[in-house]
């Protein structure tokens, strides 16, 4: 099942990529990177000409599968970074 979130999360990342991250005080860890791509606002309402190329909202997500623990079965969870205001968020979990 997907779920959708807004969730504060705290992240650490390894050459790039996150390799672990803080939810709901319980500690995750990074298996595998599955994906990494990157998203942009509403831009078309930002721009003054079609030329014009606008970053608003702009953010990098990468899905991940982690596990909160050795025993705990592993989830697909996709980390997302406002790359304006450097924080991060949860923003989608797959079970």
Same mark, same amino acid.
Request: aromatic share 10%; glycine share 10%.
């Given at each position: 099942?997907?779920?959708?979130?807004?969730? /504060? !999360?705290?992240? $650490?990342r390894n050459g790039g990529d /996150?390799?672990?991250? $803080?939810?709901? &005080?319980?500690?995750?860890?990074?298996?595998?990177? $599955?994906?990494?791509?990157?998203?942009?606002?509403?831009? %078309?309402?930002?721009?003054r000409s079609r030329a014009a190329?606008?970053?608003?909202?702009?953010?990098?997500? %990468?899905?991940?599968?982690a596990g909160a623990g050795r025993?705990? /079965?592993?989830? !697909?969870?996709?980390?997302? $970074? &406002?790359?304006?205001?450097?924080?991060?968020?949860?923003?989608?979990?797959?079970?």
């Amino acid at each position: 099942m997907t779920r959708l979130h807004t969730d /504060p !999360v705290e992240v $650490l990342r390894n050459g790039g990529d /996150p390799a672990r991250f $803080l939810w709901h &005080d319980r500690l995750y860890v990074v298996r595998e990177v $599955l994906g990494h791509w990157v998203e942009t606002g509403e831009w %078309w309402q930002h721009a003054r000409s079609r030329a014009a190329v606008v970053t608003t909202g702009e953010r990098e997500v %990468w899905r991940v599968e982690a596990g909160a623990g050795r025993s705990a /079965p592993l989830g !697909v969870y996709d980390l997302s $970074l &406002d790359a304006g205001a450097g924080t991060w968020t949860l923003a989608r979990t797959a079970d």
